[in-house]
Every structure is written in C-alpha cells, then in structure tokens.
C-alpha cells in the first residue's frame, strides 16, 4: 500500500539551533503535503502546507521543501524555541486517502 | 466557535460491548476522517467520508463502522470491540476532500479490556 516514511523518529537540538524532519512517500499521485505539530495531551494543527506545484513555502520560522521527482519533503524550523517541543507528523494527500508519517519527537534542550 | 466536537472523551470498556463515539463539526465541512493514534504507529485512517452518504475505508477500517447521514456528524462504531482497538482516536474535518487543512477534534481514548 501507500507509504510516508519519516525521520528521524526522535530529534535533539539545543535552543536556537534549527531542526530539520525529513518524508518520502510512495504514491505519485499525492499533490498535497501538510504538517501538523502535536504538543503532549492536545489534538494534531496545522503548522504548514504545500502543493506539488511549488517547490518550498516559507511561515516565519518555519519552511517546507518539496522535491517531486525524488518524492522528499522536509520541514526546516530556525532558531528553535522552547515551545517548538511537540510531535510532527507529515503527511501526503492524493484525491481523497491521506498517509501520515509516524511522527517525530522533537526536544528544544536550554 | 469554529469546532470539532467527539463524546466520550474517555472510555473504558469489556469485549464485545458494542460502542459508538460520536463526532460533529459546525463549518460545514464536507470531509470527514476518523484515526486512531498509537505510540510508534503516528496517525492511521480507519473511514473517511466525503460527502454525505459517501463513505470509504482507509488503512485500517477492520472492526470499525461508520455512517453519514448529516453532513455534521460521523460516527464511529465499533459492533464488538476487542483489546486491540485500545487506543486514541481522533475525528477530523476539512473544506473538502483531503487538499485542504484537518480540523482534529479533541480525541477520545478508549480501553478495551
């Protein structure tokens, strides 16, 4: 079946440092591509999003990237503060199913 | 308020009892999905609809159910729940068909002993 593979499933940085999560997925006929973050205890949001038809989207601190032939996304977070600790899950979005990867937990060390 | 609302929140129950949990969104979404989150496993689809009376199964639609005979509401049913269905389950809307942001509700966690 479809896939979305994500890495790493754990991530450290130190404060101020960027992080950076890394998707590849399987089906070519995915054309959407969210990530949510999900802080202990709370439901999945929408951080940032974007369409197979650009190449990368900017939100202040926050960027994803998307390489369609390669079938890579990644998301990039810059100077990285205490609440940027969460869950982030990617996902891909054909028509109708969506595919999320497993998650990464990200730490913001002091 | 803009919303996605799930009951119960917290379930705990035996083997065999069949159960609904109940989802409804007042934005007028026509996309609705149920998942089921457990540790390691991220996020998995179990039944999107994207309509009324239009529903399909995703990845992991075994020993589930669900209807949409409002546009609003999205029930999951689960006829006889097993222990393996343990878990955290969350109701999602959006505008449209999967492109366009989830709305999650606030979860419901359920224990099946």
């Known amino acids: 079946g479809e896939n979305v593979e994500q890495h790493p499933s754990t991530l450290s940085v130190q404060e101020g440092d960027s992080a950076v999560i890394k998707c590849t997925y399987s089906d070519s006929a995915s054309n959407y591509f969210p990530w949510y973050k999900q802080e202990l205890g709370k439901r999945p949001q929408l951080i940032i999003d974007?369409?197979?038809?650009?190449g990368e989207k900017k939100d202040q601190r926050i960027a994803v990237t998307l390489n369609k032939t390669a079938k890579h996304f990644s998301l990039h977070i810059t100077e990285t503060q205490p609440e940027d600790s969460a869950v982030y899950f990617c996902?891909?979005?054909?028509?109708?199913?969506?595919?999320f990867g497993k998650g990464t937990r990200l730490h913001i060390l002091p | 308020e803009a919303q996605v609302t799930q009951n119960p929140r917290y379930l705990i129950t035996v083997t065999g009892k069949k159960l609904t949990v109940t989802c409804s969104q007042n934005m007028n979404h026509e996309y609705m999905s149920w998942y089921r989150q457990d540790p390691g496993l991220g996020l998995r689809q179990i039944y999107y609809s994207m309509n009324v009376e239009v529903t399909d199964k995703g990845d992991v639609p075994e020993g589930y159910k669900v209807s949409r005979k409002e546009k609003r509401n999205f029930p999951l049913i689960l006829e006889s729940p097993s222990p393996n269905q343990t878990s955290l389950y969350f109701c999602a809307s959006s505008f449209r068909q999967g492109g366009h942001e989830q709305y999650f509700g606030p979860g419901t966690r359920l224990t099946v002993t």
């Open positions: 974007i369409r197979s038809n650009v």
């Open positions: 996902a891909a979005v054909g028509d109708d199913k969506i595919i």
